[in-house]
């Protein structure tokens, strides 16, 4: 294969949706398993809809990501400028080039007259569509003649450049994903490639950037798939030989049911972008959720791409080893969040207990609490196989820090009986006892109590873990009281007790 170059190509026109995310990825899991380059070009000529902070975020969600860009705004590279706005020049040239070929031609309607014709055609029950059909009845270099359309150039008339579509021929073109693909240029119109505010539009910024950057493949999203007859006249008119083209399938909403948005995520609780988008409008983002990057791309990855096998967990490294385009589905891939977040478990369960400590400690320390990291090691050990997302340590561990403010009534009426807290203070003397309070320790001693008297485990240990939890989730009872030590094992027996009662 020639030397391979792709690009992500986006507009910051808002937060970029996971969608775009997983484009970028395929992008670049594409490039470096084939050895080639990554490619980041910002498509900023609508400036009607540039938003301010939209690059920023498309280059810090891909850092995030641990996507690298090869060429780029920041890094640099033979072929830039790569933000499209400071090409500006070099576009109209191209178009003038197709200008001269008669490929494309000047265009005086002026939006009124064009809102007209499109109002006039819904009341018949059409479509308006400029093309070859109406071209010759409306105002422009076809159909006026040359000394009238000249005038108005000369007048300063404000126009835009369309592109000739031929009429009712059949234009053939190959997709990788989605095969041989015929459109008759019927459906289509002659699409404006050059704005009257002196702006190409995407279809021009985007074939002429792609030829100069020597794109060699072209992979993207499903919607651009319907410009792909027009982009592939455009190479043709220009002489140019196109790239490949592979169009990726879109990301679903969970019931399948068409293209998955912000709103689905909003009414499910889960985020839609990779990172918080703090403007406007603002939107969570799967980092301050608590995802792991490596989580979150794996997950992304396997929506519209398989490996062939049973395999699920992929680090960046594997994926570049096992991608190729031939596993990408044709068809849309549906986002299911549960799955999202069993990426994440998996993810914190191969993280060590010392990679975990540190990561809740920062926690911690937002909530005032200081704790060794050797305990945090050891506290992180007994809950981490419960949780998906550090944040959740907190909520399976809140009581190693602090004792009970409430007891669970449902537990205290199942399993507190007339004996508990005989029982319990008989505890509390053996336990006071004990000089080795680790986990070991205490147990042994306490299973031997237990026997030698002949009581029932269950009844003592559930009394125990109300009084010392709150409740009957947590660890081992062993495990909690060593790592919470033996002054405040017994604290919470007697606090325990005077509110429980007898
Ligand atoms: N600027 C387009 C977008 O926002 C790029 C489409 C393409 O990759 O050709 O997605």
């Known amino acids: 294969m020639a030397q391979v170059r792709v690009r992500f190509a986006p507009s910051p026109t808002g937060p970029l949706h996971i969608g775009g995310v997983k484009t970028a990825l395929y992008n670049y899991l594409f490039a470096k398993k084939n050895n080639g380059n990554f490619i980041l070009r910002i498509e900023d000529t609508d400036q009607a809809r540039f938003v301010e902070g939209a690059e920023e975020y498309i280059m810090e969600s891909l850092k995030w990501c641990g996507i690298i860009v090869d060429e780029g705004i920041n890094e640099g590279g033979n072929y830039g400028p790569y933000r499209q706005s400071e090409r500006r020049a070099i576009y109209r040239q191209y178009a003038d080039i197709l200008i001269d070929k008669g490929d494309v031609y000047y265009a005086f309607d002026t939006p009124e007259q064009l809102e007209n014709l499109?109002?006039?055609?819904?009341?018949?029950?059409?479509?308006?569509?400029?093309?070859?059909?109406?071209?010759?009845?409306?105002?422009?270099?076809?159909?006026?003649?040359?000394?009238?359309w000249k005038e108005?150039?000369?007048?300063?008339?404000?126009?835009?450049?369309?592109?000739?579509?031929?009429?009712?021929e059949d234009i053939h073109f190959e997709d990788i994903i989605r095969g041989h693909i015929v459109v008759n240029t019927r459906t289509l119109d002659d699409k404006v490639l050059f704005k009257s505010d002196g702006m190409p539009?995407?279809?021009?910024?985007?074939?002429?950037?792609?030829?100069?950057?020597?794109?060699?493949?072209?992979?993207?999203?499903?919607?651009?798939?319907?410009s792909l007859p027009l982009h592939f006249m455009l190479y043709h008119s220009f002489g140019w030989d196109p790239p490949l083209f592979a169009h990726l399938p879109l990301l679903l909403k969970p019931d399948g049911k068409g293209k998955l948005s912000k709103r689905d995520g909003d009414k499910m609780g889960f985020p839609v972008f990779p990172l918080f988008w703090p403007y406007g409008e603002t939107a969570k983002g799967y980092r301050e959720e608590g995802y792991y990057p490596e989580a979150f791309v794996n997950m992304l990855a396997l929506l519209g791409w398989n490996p062939g096998t049973e395999q699920e967990i992929f680090s960046m490294k594997k994926l570049i080893e096992a991608f190729t385009i031939d596993r990408v589905g044709k068809s849309g891939s549906r986002f299911d969040p549960e799955k999202a977040k069993w990426f994440n478990h998996q993810y914190l369960q191969n993280r060590t207990n010392t990679q975990l400590a540190l990561e809740f400690r920062e926690f911690l320390r937002a909530r005032g609490y200081h704790v060794d990291i050797v305990d945090l090691e050891t506290l992180v050990g007994l809950v981490k196989e419960r949780v998906s997302f550090v944040k959740d340590i907190w909520e399976q561990a809140d009581f190693f820090f602090r004792a009970p403010e409430t007891y669970d009534q449902e537990?205290?009426?199942?399993?507190?009986?007339?004996?508990?807290?005989?029982?319990?203070?008989?505890?509390?003397?053996?336990?006071?006892?004990?000089?080795?309070?680790?986990?070991?320790?205490?147990?042994?001693?306490?299973?031997?109590?237990?026997?030698?008297?002949?009581?029932?485990?269950?009844?003592?240990?559930?009394?125990?873990?109300?009084?010392?939890?709150?409740?009957?989730r947590g660890p081992h009872m062993f495990d909690i009281i060593s790592w919470i030590g033996k002054e405040e094992t017994l604290k919470r027996i007697d606090k325990g007790l005077s509110i429980i009662g007898k």
């Open 118 to 148: 499109r109002r006039e055609s819904e009341k018949a029950g059409n479509t308006f569509i400029y093309n070859a059909t109406v071209r010759e009845k409306l105002s422009n270099s076809v159909s006026l003649q040359e000394n009238l």
């Open 411 to 472: 537990v205290i009426k199942k399993r507190w009986k007339e004996d508990s807290a005989a029982l319990l203070l008989e505890l509390r003397s053996l336990l006071e006892k004990i000089n080795d309070f680790s986990a070991a320790g205490t147990e042994t001693v306490v299973k031997a109590w237990i026997e030698e008297k002949g009581y029932n485990t269950g009844a003592i240990m559930n009394a125990f873990r109300l009084v010392v939890v709150g409740t009957s």
């Open 201 to 226: 539009t995407y279809h021009l910024a985007n074939i002429v950037d792609d030829h100069l950057m020597e794109i060699s493949h072209v992979i993207r999203g499903e919607e651009w798939l319907p």
């Open 152 to 168: 108005k150039l000369e007048k300063g008339e404000p126009y835009v450049l369309r592109y000739k579509m031929p009429h009712n």
